[in-house]
């Protein structure tokens, strides 16, 4: 059985793995992933955590962030494996030839059997670093992880030296991941901005190279998403993609609520019908001189949220950009778009952000209620709206965050209508 | 036909400290053969029936360890045998470990103790023709005991670890992520060397195993399979009673035990 047949399926036996890879003293990695949520027979893993990867995930600038959870797990430490590279019950032992726990590499795998107890749709969850480890009387350890994003927030964007030459987003951002400190870690998938338009004077470019991609991402409206695939046999690193804010390619799956014969959504977590949180009708340049914006030309969406205005500042792309980019941000934020968030079967890698999905929940009427307007032999009940939150199998909705709990084995999904 | 003995077996030498070299498997997973998961296997690449697998397992540290009984289990190998090194060459073990012609996936083999730090697998053939060769696991390990007399009652429970999620409709979906067995012996005649036995095993300050069949029967009820070897913890009191308090005669006591 393939593993969308597992995950259809509504008995589900998953299989999990813990690896790392320690840090040598030379500075470098030890060449084969350990495996370590068993040893000699012995289960080790007492909590896996959970794993979050969501885009727009900074509520204060709202567009073009992106961010993975740290994963905490707490594992056996009856044996002192977790104890620190100078006490030789270590894994980490003897310190001549590790170096240290932190900065570790650390990657979850999980999927599922069949039937027949064959792993089917097995891949890594989670790839990060080791930021520290507790170790407590009670004999466990707590194993505190950081994504390589890490990788990206330790270096500031100065030491990349830029001249004031007008560069290419698109260059900007090859350039960052051409550096082997990062590529050792982060594999740049694709590179296909939305606007790739031109920085005036990379120079003025401030912050870590994390908070240069996401300024980046805003100033071509793209999203920068890593995801959890593995690359080559190794499994080295993880992949990251530098995309336009649109889905690509079909609907990966009809995920089926209430109504449904059966469903493989549990529970809908929220639910914001209207969408009008975030809409922008109006975009202001307010370092352009003169000023430029963008404005909606919906009378009645700007009636509605009272021509809700954005300022930002774009001075640092090149001038003829400038108003190509507002014209995009309008195209996409002027409208109010339904979201929602749910739980639902053990996805594994199957749904990723960016994602495109349907959701089918016709609703259902509790039994014992009269309905208003169906007094009538021959009234169609099922043509009509049936339930509070109704939602058509037509309605395209885009992945914008995927947590993935190990422990309980449930994804959740958060979603905005296309 | 045997009975079964409940024997007792130190931890397996086989472990996450050795060192493998294999003709063909892909080292990357070797945790397989001592997981103490059946299904995952250790399996060749690109092997046939002319072919030899050898698989060379080298003991934490190449430091010698006492060994008695080897164990391998849910594997297709109908030819094939097992060496050990005698610290210059490998050598067969003393009566010789070969399978011939052999169907059953469980095969168990004991022997005068060795000292060794080194084994040799050597598989021919396959039960199917040109098959690639697996095997799910691999238990090398020492003999602590065996008591005299079978317990008077062997109850064997399964503690599950598992979910269940509601959908949306009211149905479930059921996550089950493993067991691990609970096992009551109750001794109502244990002698003194059993009492012993026993004891030692409390003191053993380590993990051991439990083989109910022995090895040799080959029962079908769960726990008394060639297959059912459990990896535990003795968890309860040691606490032997004397019968009516009279020194001469047997004790009775009970281990539980609770797989790790």
């Known amino acids: 059985m393939s593993a969308e047949a597992q995950i259809d399926s509504n008995i589900h036996r998953p299989f999990r793995r813990l690896w790392i890879k320690r840090k040598l003293a030379a500075g470098d990695y030890e060449s084969e992933w350990q495996r370590v949520d068993t040893i000699d027979g012995e289960d080790q893993v007492i909590e896996w955590g959970i794993v979050t990867y969501e885009i727009d995930s900074d509520p204060s600038t709202d567009q073009s962030t992106f961010d993975i959870s740290s994963v905490t797990i707490k594992i056996r430490n009856d044996t002192g494996l977790w104890n620190n590279e100078r006490s030789s019950t270590s894994l980490f032992f003897p310190d001549d030839v590790y170096l240290t726990r932190k900065f570790t590499r650390i990657k979850i795998e999980a999927g599922y059997l069949d039937s027949d107890g064959e792993e089917q749709g097995g891949c890594t969850m989670f790839e990060g670093l080791i930021e520290s480890v507790r170790t407590s009387e009670e004999r466990v350890a707590v194993i505190n992880t950081m994504s390589y994003l890490y990788v990206l927030k330790n270096y500031p964007i100065s030491d990349r030296s830029y001249s004031a030459t007008p560069a290419d987003i698109s260059t900007l951002i090859s350039g960052i991941f051409g550096l082997s400190k990062v590529s050792d870690f982060i594999y740049l998938d694709t590179n296909t901005p939305a606007l790739d338009g031109e920085i005036a004077d990379p120079s003025e470019l401030e912050g870590d190279y994390w908070q240069v991609i996401q300024r980046l991402a805003f100033l071509s409206n793209s999203v920068p998403v890593l995801v959890g695939e593995t690359i080559g046999s190794e499994g080295n690193g993880q992949s990251f993609k530098f995309i336009p804010r649109t889905p690509v390619g079909t609907s990966k799956r009809v995920f089926k609520g209430s109504g449904t014969s059966d469903p493989d959504i549990y529970t809908i977590d929220s639910y914001d019908d209207e969408g009008a949180k975030r809409v922008v009708l109006r975009w202001n340049d307010y370092t352009s001189s003169p000023p430029i914006f963008a404005q909606s030309s919906n009378d009645k969406l700007r009636e509605k949220y009272l021509n809700k205005t954005s300022e930002v500042d774009v001075s640092i792309l090149s001038s003829s950009d400038r108003q190509s980019l507002l014209d995009a941000l309008l195209a996409y934020w002027e409208n109010p778009r339904e979201s929602l968030t749910f739980s639902c079967k053990m996805m594994l890698n199957n749904i990723n952000v960016m994602d495109l999905i349907n959701i089918s929940i016709p609703g259902v009427y509790p039994d014992d209620v009269a309905r208003w307007g169906y007094g009538v032999w021959g009234d169609v009940v099922g043509s009509a709206a049936r339930a509070g939150l109704a939602i058509d199998s037509a309605s395209e909705f885009l992945v914008t965050g995927v947590s993935s709990d190990l422990d309980s084995w449930k994804t959740t999904i958060k979603c905005e209508k296309v | ?260």
């Open chain 2, 1 to 260: 036909m045997p009975s079964p003995t409940f024997s007792f077996f130190t931890k397996n030498r086989i472990n996450s400290g050795s060192t493998f070299v294999m003709t063909s498997a892909p080292s990357i997973s070797t945790s397989a053969l001592f997981d103490r998961k059946r299904t995952p296997k250790l399996t060749s690449v690109g092997s046939d029936d002319v072919t030899d697998e050898v698989w060379q397992i080298t003991f934490t540290g190449d430091v010698a360890k006492d060994i008695s009984a080897i164990l391998i289990d849910n594997h297709n190998i109908k030819s094939g045998n097992v060496k050990y090194w005698n610290g210059s060459s490998y050598v067969d073990f003393s009566p010789a470990i070969s399978l011939s012609g052999n169907s059953d996936e469980t095969s168990f083999f004991s022997f005068p103790q060795v000292s060794t730090s080194r084994l040799q697998f050597t598989f021919s053939t396959t039960f199917v023709v040109d098959a690639q060769k697996y095997v799910g696991e691999i238990m090398a390990f020492d003999l602590i005991g065996t008591p005299s007399r079978p317990p008077a009652s062997f109850v064997i429970s399964q503690k599950e670890r598992s979910v269940i999620h509601e959908t949306a409709n009211g149905g479930n979906v059921y996550v089950f992520f493993g067991k691990k067995s609970k096992i009551k012996l109750t001794f109502s005649d244990a002698s003194y060397s059993d009492i012993d036995l026993f004891l030692s095993l409390k003191e053993l300050g380590d993990v051991f195993f439990i083989y109910p069949s022995g090895g040799e029967y080959e029962g079908v009820d769960i726990g008394l399979r060639m297959q059912d070897i459990y990896q535990v913890n003795y968890v309860n009191d040691f606490s032997p009673n004397l019968k009516s308090n009279i020194l001469e005669i047997n004790q009775s006591l009970a281990l539980e035990l609770q797989e790790t």
